[in-house]
């Protein structure tokens, strides 16, 4: 698939990256290899593969969820210059 030159400067410009006139011609063919890439990847028969979530088939051993701290809140709440029910109170910043 071809790219021309004003879809690369519209891609430019909605990717807010400047591409010079000179690098355009370059640009323009490398998008489509990219798509002739795609291309060719959605031409593959996938009946029939599972989907994966990662190419290794490892698993994440993952720590017990238990409290390591103690409760702190009434103290941090102490310090604050206003709360109520539990709730710190700020100023009102938009109208």
């Not at 993952?62 to 700020?90: H, I, S, W």
């Amino acid at each position: 698939m071809a790219v021309d030159a004003q879809t690369v400067e519209k891609l430019a410009e909605l990717a807010r990256i400047a591409i010079s006139e000179e690098t355009i011609d370059e640009v323009s063919s490398r998008l489509g290899d990219v798509l002739q890439l795609v291309d060719q990847l959605q031409a593959v028969n996938t009946d029939g593969v599972e989907p994966m979530a990662h190419p290794l088939d490892e698993v994440q051993v993952l720590r017990k969820d238990e409290v390591t701290e103690p409760n702190r809140r009434e103290e941090f709440l102490a310090l604050a210059p206003q709360t109520e029910a539990g709730l710190y109170l700020v100023p009102k910043v938009i109208d």
